[in-house]
Every structure is written in structure tokens, then in C-alpha cells.
């Protein structure tokens, strides 16, 4: 069995592929700084059950701290899941420094991990809003990644890059995946279906950008998770699409929620984000050819085990900050 660093471990993506790597009888060493970002109770949440898990251990520490390069020299990696970024199209607008700290600084930390300690395998979490305003849909890898519409894209882009240039350098096995719109349970709460799920639940009116017919395609978090899996495999330096296969408008999501909750939503509308695509949906043919992987769950079965788990969560979920 394999052992390898998760970066971003309590995060969302982060959490899921740990328990899953456990669950598959490999080991995990996690880092996380347990930033502010979002309301930090999800993160600890998440990170509890990750302890309560035999094989895994954990480093409270920022990656882009060159000193956290140190923690893993007796580590013996199979591979590195870069998933830890500071991620948000809204506020990289506002903090663009805190953005290349993390998401540039801290993936060239964790590049020089494998550089100095023989690990030969790189995942990097990238994201659909790489391909900027105006790509084709469904959209592909080669479609334009060069024209980023606000920091957060261009921060991911210049990790990509760093990436590939150890690829090149180096020969170390590089696989970008660029995840598009990701839910489920203990999810983000400061995007979408977390934040209608509980505004839901809680008569507080929903707040939307726009007029709601903006789409999104949305992936379940378990499909996400397995994907980033299979890309440990040695492909020499590809870049993967996951998600995005099963696409709704904003006003199509809120009124599949009333669904499922059985409760009316007050929607209050305001004014488009310019830091916002109006869509996004992934060609994922790529994903299946090289990885064989597909999406299992679909957007009605993966919504409702989110609504369940608020459910059984709500005692503190409620509290949950979303702004």
C-alpha cells in the first residue's frame, strides 16, 4: 500500500480523498493551516474525523512556509496531493497576495518536496475557471487557460506552470486536475448549494448575483475524490478535467432544493459579479480515457445526502457563517 502527503486535508476535497485513501489501505500524512477562509468549524469538523482514523497523521503548518518543506524528509512518499489553496473568485479580488502565497509559493513547497526526497508523483488541484470568459462548451483541456479573469485563475495558472517546469526539470510525474463546481456533504459554506441548503433550511432569504440563469456544472464530492485517486497512476505530465458533467442554472438549483426540503425560498436577486463565469460545464472524455473514471452520483441523489447530513449536523451547522 502507498503513503502520501494531502495538502489542504481538512479542506473539502482534502478530507474526502484522505478517508478514501484510508479506506483504501494506504497511509496519509496531512497538512492544513486551518485558515479563516471559511468558517473554520467546518474544517475542524472535517479534521476530527480524520483523527479518529488509524493511518493517518497530521501537521498543522502553512505550505508556503519553506520551513514546512522539512516535515516530510523521513516521509518515504508515493506521491503528493497538492489540493491546498486559498480558493474563491470574489475574494481574490480583494486579497490577491494571500492567493500567490498559497496557491504559487505553497505549490513550489511541496514541488521541492518530491525534488529532494525522491517522490515521484505530483497531483495538483487546478479549476474550471482557468479557461476564462468565452471557452467552448462542454469544455476541453486544450482550450485557453491564458486569459484569467481574476487572481485566484491566475494564481492556479501560475502553479501549472511551476509544475511543469518540474516535470521537465526534474522528470517528476506530473497530473494537473482541474476541478469544476464541487458539493456535498461538510462542503464549502461560502459557495453555492452549502449556502442554499442552509438558507434555505432556515427561512433566511437566498441571495443571488445576477438573474440565476448562470449554470454551473456540479460534481459530487466522492466523484471528485475518486478521480484524484486514479491520477496517482504515472502518465508523465497530463492535464485532467474532473467534474462538471451534470449542468443546472442557479434558479434550476434553487428550485431542486425546494424540492427536496420541502420548503419555499425567498430569493432576493442583486447585481452580476464581474469575477464570475456565466457558465461552466467539462468535457471529462480525457478522464475517461486515461483515468476510466466517471461520475456515479447524480445532482438530486448527491443534493439530498447534503440535505441529511445538515440534518444530523444541524445542532451546529445552523451557525455555520455563509456569507
Known sequence: MGHYLVTGAAGFIGARTSTMLIEQGHSVVGIDNMNDAYDPRVKEYRLKKLQGLKGFKFHQRDISEKSAIELFKDERLDGVINLAARAGVRFSVENPWVFLESNITGTLNMLEVCRQYGCRKFILASTSSIYGENPEYPTPETASSSEPMQPYA?????AEALAHSYHHLHDIDVTVVRYFTVYGPAGRPDLAIFRFVKWIMEGEPIRINGDGKQSRGFTYVDDIARGTIAALRPLGYQIINLGGHEVISINGLVELIEDLTGKKADVQYGPPNLADMFMNQANVTKAKELLGWNPQVN?????????????????????????
Open 299 to 323: 445532482l438530486r441523489q448527491g443534493i439530498g445526502n447534503l440535505i441529511e447530513w445538515y440534518k444530523a449536523e444541524r445542532n451546529w451547522a445552523k451557525d455555520i457563517l455563509t456569507p
Open 154 to 158: 491566475a494564481s492556479k495558472k501560475g
